[in-house]
C-alpha cells in the first residue's frame, strides 16, 4: 500500500534540500528510501529534512537525513527551507522544532529571509566528539601532508549539531584539493562520529569566506552549521566579531553568536519543484508546475 505526502525540492544558497510533509502519517521515512531518492533520476539532495507532528509546544519534529543515507543532526540551510515551505501566513512569522540537535526557533523576516536559531555550540572534546582528550580545541594535532610542511594544519573543532573541523587559511579556500582530502579527514579515527571539513579564510573582523566537505553529503555550495562553526571558531581565536558574514560558495550567511550563547542564522530559502512522495517506496511524482 502507498503512503503518498507531499514534498517540494527547493534550496539554501545552493544546498540542496528535500522537504517532505510527513506529518498525519505514522510510517517514517527510512535511511535506504532517503539513499534511494538522492540518486540522479530521483531528487538529488545534500539534506532531506523530514517534518514529522508537533504538539503543543512546538510546531513540528525535524529528522534530517544526508544523502548516503545516514542521519543528521543538524542543517540550518534545510531549516530555512522548512521554515519556508511551512509558511502559513502567522503574523509574527515565528516557528519552534524539535530536532536531533535540541529545540530550536527561527523566523521568517519582512524581507523574506529567514532567521534560525542553531542552539549552543560544544567545545569539550568528548562533547565534539573527539577519539581522545584535548584540553584546546581551538587548536588540535591534525595535519594534511608533510610532518614539516603541512599543507593544512592545526584545525580548531566545535560541535553545533554536528561535529566540525576548520582549517585556517591565509588565502584562497579554493586553492585546496577539499574533494581529495575531505573524505580521508571525515572519516578519520580522531572523530568517532565523522566530521564536517571546513576550510576558512578570516577576511576581517565582520567576514568569512569558507568551502566545507560536509559529513555524508560530500562538497556542497552551502552548509549552514559549518558557517556557524566557523564564526565561533574565529571568535574563540580572536579573529572576528561575535557577528559576522560567513560566505559560502553559494552565497552570503549573517550568523551571529549571542550573549546567551545561542548561534543564529539567517539567509534565504527558494522553491524548485514540488509533487507527492511515497514514503514506503521513495517513488516520487512532480506537480505539474516545475516550481512552486
Known amino acids: ?9 527547493m534550496n539554501g544558497l545552493g544546498n540542496e534540500i528535500l522537504v517532505v510533509d510527513a506529518r498525519g502519517h505514522a510510517r517514517e521515512i527510512a535511511g535506504p528510501v532517503a ?15 523530514e517534518i514529522r507532528d508537533g504538539d503543543d509546544e512546538i510546531d513540528a519534529h525535524i529528522r534530517i537525513w544526508n544523502n548516503d543515507g545516514s542521519p543528521a543532526g543538524a542543517c540550518g540551510n534545510g531549516m530555512r527551507c522548512v521554515v519556508r515551505f511551512m509558511d502559513d501566513g502567522r503574523a509574527d512569522g515565528a516557528y519552534r522544532f524539535q530536532t536531533a540537535a535540541g529545540r530550536l526557533k527561527a523566523r521568517l523576516r519582512d524581507d523574506g529571509r529567514i532567521t534560525v536559531d542553531m542552539g549552543s555550540p560544544r567545545f569539550d572534546w568528548d562533547e565534539i566528539p573527539l577519539a581522545e582528550e584535548f584540553h584546546d580545541t581551538t587548536r588540535i594535532e591534525l595535519q594534511i601532508g608533510p610532518i614539516d610542511d603541512p599543507v593544512l594544519h592545526s584545525p580548531s573543532v566545535a560541535n553545533i549539531g554536528n561535529p566540525h573541523c576548520v582549517f585556517w587559511v591565509d588565502g584562497d579556500v579554493w586553492g585546496y584539493e577539499l574533494d581529495r582530502f575531505g573524505p580521508l579527514l571525515e572519516n578519520h579515527p580522531i572523530f568517532p562520529d565523522r566530521a564536517n571539513i571546513t576550510i576558512a579564510n578570516v577576511v576581517a573582523r565582520d567576514h568569512v569566506v569558507i568551502r566545507t566537505w560536509e559529513r555524508g553529503a560530500g562538497i556542497t555550495k552551502a552548509c549552514g552549521s559549518a558557517a ?44 524548485e519543484f514540488a509533487g507527492m512522495l511515497d514514503v514506503i517506496t521513495g517513488d516520487l511524482r512532480r506537480s505539474e508546475r516545475d516550481a512552486v
Open 1 to 9: 500500500m502507498a503512503i503518498d505526502v507531499p514534498f517540494a525540492k
Open 35 to 49: 539513499k534511494r531518492l538522492a540518486q540522479p533520476d530521483a531528487a538529488p539532495f545534500d539534506q532531506l529534512m
Open 228 to 271: 556557524c562553526a566557523a564564526l565561533v571558531c574565529a571568535h574563540r581565536k580572536g579573529l572576528v566579531d561575535r557577528a559576522a558574514t560567513v560566505t559560502v560558495p553559494g552565497g552570503d550567511l549573517l550568523i551571529e553568536w549571542d550573549e546567551a550563547d545561542r548561534v543564529w542564522m539567517t539567509g534565504p530559502a527558494e522553491f
